[in-house]
Protein backbone atom coordinates (compact mmCIF):
# COMPACT_ATOMS: atom_id res chain seq x y z
CA UNK A 1 0.00 0.00 0.00
CA UNK A 2 1.34 3.22 -1.39
CA UNK A 3 0.63 6.87 -0.36
CA UNK A 4 -1.73 7.01 -3.56
CA UNK A 5 -3.71 3.87 -2.27
CA UNK A 6 -4.12 6.13 1.22
CA UNK A 7 -5.04 9.01 -1.18
CA UNK A 8 -7.72 7.33 -2.80
CA UNK A 9 -9.15 5.84 0.67
CA UNK A 10 -9.35 9.51 1.94
CA UNK A 11 -11.35 10.55 -1.27
CA UNK A 12 -13.62 7.90 -1.17
CA UNK A 13 -14.21 8.91 3.01
CA UNK A 14 -14.58 12.23 2.10
CA UNK A 15 -16.81 11.80 -0.55
CA UNK A 16 -19.07 9.50 1.40
CA UNK A 17 -19.48 11.98 3.87
CA UNK A 18 -20.08 14.95 2.12
CA UNK A 19 -23.10 12.62 0.58
CA UNK A 20 -23.98 12.08 4.12
CA UNK A 21 -24.23 15.43 5.22
CA UNK A 22 -26.28 16.44 1.58
CA UNK A 23 -29.07 13.21 2.54
CA UNK A 24 -28.84 14.51 6.12
CA UNK A 25 -29.84 18.39 4.89
CA UNK A 26 -32.21 17.59 2.94
CA UNK A 27 -34.07 14.47 4.70
CA UNK A 28 -37.90 15.20 5.65
CA UNK A 29 -37.15 15.35 9.17
CA UNK A 30 -35.09 18.73 8.92
CA UNK A 31 -37.85 20.40 6.43
CA UNK A 32 -39.08 22.35 9.51
CA UNK A 33 -36.09 23.17 10.95
CA UNK A 34 -35.01 24.25 7.24
CA UNK A 35 -38.53 26.31 6.44
CA UNK A 36 -37.76 28.18 9.68
CA UNK A 37 -34.17 29.03 8.53
CA UNK A 38 -35.88 30.51 5.36
CA UNK A 39 -38.03 32.60 6.99
CA UNK A 40 -35.28 34.31 9.64
CA UNK A 41 -34.64 37.44 7.02
CA UNK A 42 -37.99 38.22 6.83
CA UNK A 43 -38.41 37.88 10.64
CA UNK A 44 -36.29 40.79 11.22
CA UNK A 45 -38.47 43.11 9.35
CA UNK A 46 -41.81 41.93 12.02
CA UNK A 47 -39.41 42.27 15.05
CA UNK A 48 -38.52 46.48 13.62
CA UNK A 49 -41.92 47.05 12.72
CA UNK A 50 -43.00 45.99 16.29
CA UNK A 51 -39.90 48.20 17.66
CA UNK A 52 -40.77 50.93 15.33
CA UNK A 53 -44.83 50.62 16.62
CA UNK A 54 -43.27 50.66 20.51
CA UNK A 55 -41.29 53.46 20.10
CA UNK A 56 -43.71 55.90 18.96
CA UNK A 57 -46.45 54.42 21.58
CA UNK A 58 -43.93 55.62 24.36
CA UNK A 59 -43.46 59.25 23.03
CA UNK A 60 -46.80 59.64 23.06
CA UNK A 61 -46.90 58.59 26.59
Known amino acids: ?3 NDLRGIQTLIIMAMFFGIIWWAYSSH ?3 ANEEAAHLPFDDDEVEKR ?4 EK ?3 KR
Open 1 to 3: MDL
Open 30 to 32: RKK
Open 51 to 54: TVEQ
Open 57 to 59: TEK
